[in-house]
């Protein structure tokens, strides 16, 4: 596997005390493509996105980014806002973390922050109620409402982000994460608990993202049935460590990777093997 | 309301003439053994330095029959009113017409605040009164950026309050410098002091925060009291200038405003022109806030308040998003401040106590926080409410902390529960308070 | 080198009083999450109970004074505790799982509520007693005529700290009511489905914190012969300060940072200005919390991503 990586992880380490929750791990994401991180329950997947995000700092190990325009910014050297706001990574939670007494409009006008700070003029522009800052809040509302479009949600735009049902809240959170304009979508287990309409959906919206907005996404989850359909390119890891990755019918098959989930959880090595057929 | 919406886990509770009783007593007996020294007894320092005491068994007697009744009185009317449903508790004709009267109210509030000095003309008491009141919805105002909005807990906002005040006495008796010099001055400096204590303990968390606020408050009092050189210690600065009208004073000199406009003076005027100032002030926060509110940095400090980590991975500075609330809210402390001391004349370190960042902090929070409607609202009862215990003076404060739990009980979310949204497509509509996080920063 | 010494015992007898009051604001926050502003008062009605009950007893015509420091010892824990006990149930109970700041307010409002009522029924004055435990050794004669003082009083205030504390540290970690306590401050829901009743333990948390803060305020009165309405909050501040730097939850702590604000603000009194020693308590409360935003002991918040 060659070719045009966005994102690469170099030996990335991360101790917790004298715990070791990834070891030595090493993959890349390629530009453009769905790059999945899966792995059996405490295999360290949810660490390894909050060090390439921003939330906790490596141990050790390197994690390059790589933008269109040739930019590579190493982003265990930037730490929390700087992730999103410099390098344009952008991330969900796994237990969903929007602004629930905020609309769900307000909830994508917040992502713009940063570019809505510009154009208010750090505010004073703004305050004085300018033509170019009313011209900038105008567009900013276009944005959210073709993404609230995007993801069937414009008709409850002005509702509270908490009052939305369980699945509707998991588009808006990643409509939310994709107004940040990211070069990289990093999308923590985005199916889980959604229905299998509503994974569905989510396929068909993840697909889109990559195909008309071109941007790369990696996304850890345990659907299986997400994985294997719209994944370019799997990862596996237990223990901290890499113990497989390729195409979705390569790592399907691979007998380490069964292993794996045979031996955490027999559940779930059943549903690698059998989904996708 | 009615015993008829009980509900069946409730239906179960005890009830009856023997189980009233019961609890009655028990009440009675715990406030007899409260109250058996504290009040039966009386002690005083005596004539010759040693203490002396007497007793009080008749008011002992009469406070516990007291408990005794009011609990009997407080469980019959429980048992009358069935469960407490927050819902129910206030019927639905009664809920749409205060929503219709919340639209106006507002309005009409606006209406009437510029008519009082018209209306009190005569009642320099009423025109006093409402200037205190607006002072506080000012300061309400200003700690509802920290608080309401950013969520973040300020329990020594009257240190910038304080910042203020001193600022523009100081600069005035030392330096010459009038009001409206001083104004701007003193909400720079006090947004410079937000900044300075800001900056090394936003990222402290929740009661942390609280604990660091109240110790800053604290601090800034204790330097005023000792830095006697600088501020005149406990005895304050007095002498402060009164404000002009733009460069004419309003007082009974040839060059005062009463003079050049050939009407006879009265010293109405100046509580007139106070009460418009204050007025305008509070305004003028109120709009900046309304403003900020739909600025993205208005919406980050609600978002903030909501979900800090969301916020960061949004890509939001959290912490000089923190910083300008803090700062924006000293600034406000510090005009009200400037106008304190120039309505004062007179100020000293017993105006800039903890129980002063408390009271603000309850108009806040019992005004609904982040509602610009409901601190106006819960400053014009807080401090009404106070004004009138002003003839029992020694009760004043201990029906102030009974007002306050009682308060707290009843709504614990404030007087108006939900949050109007900043921006909308189809629809503006208010979003439940149950749904609002207060933050813990 | 001896005055420094006598700076060291005036410190520590003060900073034991400050850590007794503090462990009550570090359970009540570790249970119930709540700083219990009116802690500092349910202080101040301790020491009055105390002097009135002293005074009482000894115009009862009881002479002999360490029974007259037993029975009033245990009246002033007895009586602070119910205290302690109603203000939960009337102002915090209902309050329970509401929002953060309400019941926040309502310890605010009922810390007004005591500091008022004893100024309405006892007045305003500061009262006296005369010194009831006299004497003391001279630990070391220095030789300018500076002498190392350890008063009995200060030996009696640092020795019922101690056995206090052991009796308090026992409660904890080897009864039944302890283990219910620690439980409830894990997790109140799973604690409850154990069969724990969080409300009763709730309440004994209370109780116990009063209590000791009643014993803290007796040792107060009997150190410094007087009370008034409104040291309760200025020594509530600073316990609560200790509770803090000592990182807030935990019981070692507390005592550890009682300890810490009872030595810097003698030391900074002997050394420095009397004036200044509140500021320089609050300003390292400050310097510590951003370098340490636990605290001293306190646990480490990790942040669940």
């Known amino acids: 596997m060659s070719g045009d990586h966005i994102l690469t992880v170099d030996r990335l380490m991360m101790r917790f005390g004298g715990i070791v929750a990834v070891n030595e791990l090493s993959f890349a994401a390629e530009r453009r493509k769905i790059t999945a991180l899966i792995g059996p329950n405490g295999a360290g997947k949810t660490t390894v996105f909050n060090c390439i995000t921003g939330f906790y700092r490596p141990s050790g190990g390197a994690i390059r980014l790589a933008h269109d325009d040739g930019r590579t910014i190493q982003l265990e050297r930037l730490n929390d806002f700087r992730i999103s706001k410099q390098a344009k990574v952008a991330r969900t ?20 922050h940063n570019a809505l ?73 985005p199916a889980a608990g959604l229905n299998a309409r509503e994974s569905g959906g989510l396929n068909e919206l993840l697909l889109s993202i990559r195909n008309e907005q071109g941007t790369s996404i990696l996304l850890i989850e345990h659907d299986m049935s997400v994985v294997m359909e719209i994944s370019d390119h799997v990862v596996v890891m237990d223990y901290g460590v890499k113990i497989a990755e390729g195409t979705p019918q390569a790592v399907r098959d691979d007998p380490k990777v069964i292993a794996a989930y045979l031996g955490a959880d027999e559940e779930e090595a059943i549903a690698v093997m059998e989904s996708g057929t | 309301m009615s015993a008829t919406s009980a509900r069946p886990s409730h239906a179960a509770q005890p009830s009856g003439g023997a189980f009233i009783l019961k609890k009655a007593l028990i009440s009675a007996l715990v406030a007899l053994v409260l109250f058996s020294l504290m009040i039966g007894v009386r002690t005083e320092a005596g004539p010759q330095g040693g203490l002396i005491y007497w007793t009080r068994f008749g008011d002992l007697a009469a406070l516990v029959a007291t408990v005794f009744g009011g609990s009997i009185i407080v469980e019959l009317l429980r048992q009358w009113w069935g469960p407490i449903d927050k819902d129910s508790l206030v019927p639905k004709p009664v809920q749409s017409a205060m929503s219709f009267a919340g639209r106006w109210l507002a309005p009409a509030l606006l ?9 009190f003309y005569d009642q320099r008491y009423i025109l006093d009164l409402s200037i205190l009141v607006l002072t506080y919805v000012m ?67 929740g009661d942390y925060l609280a604990i660091v606020t109240l110790a800053f408050g604290e601090i800034i009092r204790l330097v005023i009291i000792n830095w006697q050189s600088l501020t005149g210690g406990p005895n304050g600065v007095s002498g402060i200038p009164r404000p002009t009208m733009f460069g004419i004073p309003l007082d009974n000199s040839d060059s005062g405003l009463a003079a050049r406009l050939g009407i006879e003076f009265s010293p109405t005027h100046r509580l007139v022109f106070l009460f418009y100032l204050i007025l305008a002030m509070a305004l003028l926060t109120n709009w900046v806030t309304i403003r900020l509110r739909r600025l993205p940095i208005g919406r980050a400090w609600e978002a903030l308040r909501e979900d800090e980590v969301a916020c960061r991975a949004l890509g939001i500075n959290t912490t000089t998003t923190k910083l300008t609330a803090f700062a924006t809210g ?44 409901g601190v106006a609202l819960s400053a014009l009862t807080m401090i009404g409410g106070f004004e009138l215990f002003r003839g029992f003076d020694q009760y004043r404060m201990l029906v102030f902390g009974i007002a306050m739990v009682l ?20 629809r503006n509509q208010a979003i439940s308070s149950d749904l609002v996080k207060e933050g813990h920063g | 080198m001896d005055y420094f010494a006598q700076q060291l015992i005036n410190g520590l007898v003060l900073g034991s009083i400050y850590g007794l009051i503090a462990i009550g604001y570090t359970m009540v926050y570790g249970i119930v999450g709540m700083i219990n502003f009116a802690h500092g008062d349910i202080f101040m009605i301790g020491g009055f109970i105390a002097l009135i009950s002293f005074l009482v007893l000894v115009s009862l ?134 069969g724990v009743d969080v409300d009763r333990t709730i309440s004994m948390t209370f109780v116990i914190g009063a209590a000791l803060a009643a014993v803290a305020g007796m040792m107060y009165l009997l150190y410094y012969g007087l009370v008034d309405f409104f040291m309760g909050f200025v020594a509530g501040i600073k316990a609560f300060t200790a509770a803090v730097l000592g990182g807030i939850g935990s019981l070692p702590g507390a005592m550890l940072g009682g300890l810490a604000i009872g030595l810097i603000e003698t030391f900074w009194s002997a050394y420095f200005s009397v004036e200044y020693k509140d500021v320089a308590a609050f300003s390292i409360l400050i310097v510590v919390l951003i370098f340490m935003p636990t605290g001293l002991l306190g646990r480490p918040e990790v942040e669940k991503v």
Request: proline share 4%.
């Open chain 2, 407 to 426: 308060l707290m009980i009843w709504r614990p979310r404030g007087l108006i529960g939900h949050r109007a949204p900043t921006v909308f497509l189809e």
């Open chain 2, 139 to 205: 300061l309400g105002w200003g700690l509802n950026v920290v608080v309401g909005l950013a969520g973040l807990l300020d329990l020594g906002y009257v240190a910038f309050y304080a910042v203020g005040a001193y600022s523009y006495a100081l600069l005035a008796t030392n330096f010459g410098l009038s009001f409206w010099v001083c104004l701007p001055l003193a909400g720079i400096l006090a947004a410079f002091w937000g900044v300075l204590l800001g900056f090394p303990v936003l990222r402290l968390r």
């Open chain 3, 61 to 194: 015509g009881l002479t002999a004074i360490p029974l007259i420091l037993l029975i009033v010892l245990l009246v002033s824990m007895a009586i602070t505790a119910l205290y302690g006990w109603t203000i939960e149930r009337i102002a915090y109970r209902p309050l329970r799982h509401s929002f953060r700041l309400a019941p926040m307010l309502s310890a605010i409002g009922m810390s007004f509520v005591l500091t008022n009522f004893s100024q309405v029924s006892q007045g305003a004055r500061v009262k006296p007693v005369p010194p009831i435990i006299t004497g003391g050794y001279t630990l070391h004669e220095g030789s300018q005529g500076f002498a190392v003082q350890l008063s009995n009083i200060q030996i009696m205030v640092v020795l019922a700290t101690i056995v206090v504390l052991a009796l308090f540290t026992w409660l904890v970690s080897r009864t039944r009511l302890g283990r219910d306590m620690r439980a409830c401050e894990q997790d109140q829901t799973m604690a409850a489905l154990l």
């Open chain 1, 117 to 189: 700070m510009r154009a208010s003029g750090l505010t004073v522009l703004g305050l004085l109620g300018l033509p170019s800052w009313r011209e900038a809040e105008r567009r900013a509302i276009d944005l959210a409402r073709a993404w609230l479009d995007r993801v069937g949600l414009l008709d409850r735009a002005d509702d509270a982000a908490g009052n939305l049902p369980y699945g509707d809240q998991r588009r808006l959170e990643i409509a939310r994460a994709m107004c940040t304009e990211p070069a990289l979508l990093c999308l923590d287990e």
């Open chain 2, 111 to 119: 209406v009437f605040a510029f008519l009082v000095p018209v209306i």
């Open chain 1, 93 to 112: 939670f796994q237990n969903i973390r929007l602004f629930p007494g905020m609309t769900a409009l307000e909830n994508l006008m917040v992502a713009q």
């Open chain 2, 330 to 373: 000293a600034m406000f402390g510090g005009f009200a401040g400037a106008f304190f001391a120039t309505r004062q004349g007179f100020i000293s370190p017993e105006s800039f106590t903890f129980q002063e960042s408390a009271l603000v902090l309850a108009i806040v929070v019992l005004g609904g926080m982040g509602s610009q409607l």
